[in-house]
């Protein structure tokens, strides 16, 4: 199992751009959550999705948005890109019913000028 | 709201000594605490789950304790390694959600361990 994924791992945009993450995880998880992470403020949530065609805001969903068509698919999306929206973003998911554990991705990297 | 703090927020020592990294939460309605460990650049691995009705759990060097009446958890990593450097978080779900609706994380404790 590849376990949870994260495309592209590295994007630099100019302000204004837009552009799609793809978050994809192959162990039937039925939750899903991105986040972002700053030096300095850790890591904080976005949006995230109990199930195929639900999602629900987090602590910072400003500037973003998200869909989730498909039970192993979770799309973070940006606009209209910021400077502010300079961050490293995580990708996780988890299976309701055990202990609840999240399972994390290796991060996308991005840079808006 | 939710907030977690992790102390010290950077830490030296050398090679085979044990240490401990503390974190706190505000709000003691957890439904699990998972610490986690980050190496530079990289994403994040699971070190080890506490489950709110547990006191401790152990997995090789490492042992993390939960006392949620007085929101406090710990990590205490005995004979420590090199290879142990990296930024440890600490992370909690609250009960409200069934442990679900995210994790709201700490800061994290930036670990170096001296050759």
């Known amino acids: 199992n590849a376990g949870v994924t994260q495309t592209p791992k590295f994007r630099v945009l100019k302000t204004g751009q837009s552009m799609t993450l793809l978050c994809a995880q192959d162990?039937?998880?039925?939750?899903m959550y991105w986040y972002r992470q700053d030096p300095g403020m850790g890591l904080r949530l976005i949006h995230y999705?109990?199930?195929?065609?639900?999602?629900a805001k987090g602590e910072v969903p400003d500037g973003y948005n998200v869909s989730r068509l498909k039970k192993q698919n979770f799309l973070l999306g940006l606009e209209s890109a910021a400077p502010s929206q300079t961050s490293v973003y995580f990708c996780?998911?988890?299976?309701?019913?055990?202990?609840?554990?999240?399972?994390f991705g290796p991060g996308t990297r991005l840079t808006v000028l | 709201k939710q907030e977690v703090t992790q102390i010290p927020a950077a830490l030296s020592v050398p090679e085979g000594e044990n240490l401990v990294l503390n974190c706190s939460f505000t709000?003691?309605?957890?439904?699990?605490l998972q610490w986690f460990r980050q190496d530079p650049g990289k994403g994040l691995t699971s070190l080890l789950l506490?489950?709110?009705?547990?006191r401790e759990q152990t997995s090789g060097r490492l042992n993390a304790s939960l006392d949620k009446s007085s929101g406090r958890s710990t990590l205490y990593i005995a004979a420590s390694q090199p290879g142990d450097s990296a930024t440890y978080l600490c992370?909690?779900?609250?009960?409200?959600?069934?442990?679900?609706?995210?994790?709201?994380f700490g800061k994290g404790t930036h670990l170096i361990i001296q050759p």
């Open positions: 996780a998911s988890l299976k309701r019913g055990g202990y609840n554990e999240q399972f």
């Open positions: 162990m039937n998880h039925e939750y």
């Open positions: 999705s109990v199930g195929e065609g639900t999602t």
């Open positions: 709000d003691s309605a957890i439904y699990n």
């Open positions: 506490i489950q709110s009705s547990q």
């Open positions: 992370a909690v779900s609250l009960y409200s959600g069934g442990g679900a609706d995210g994790l709201t």
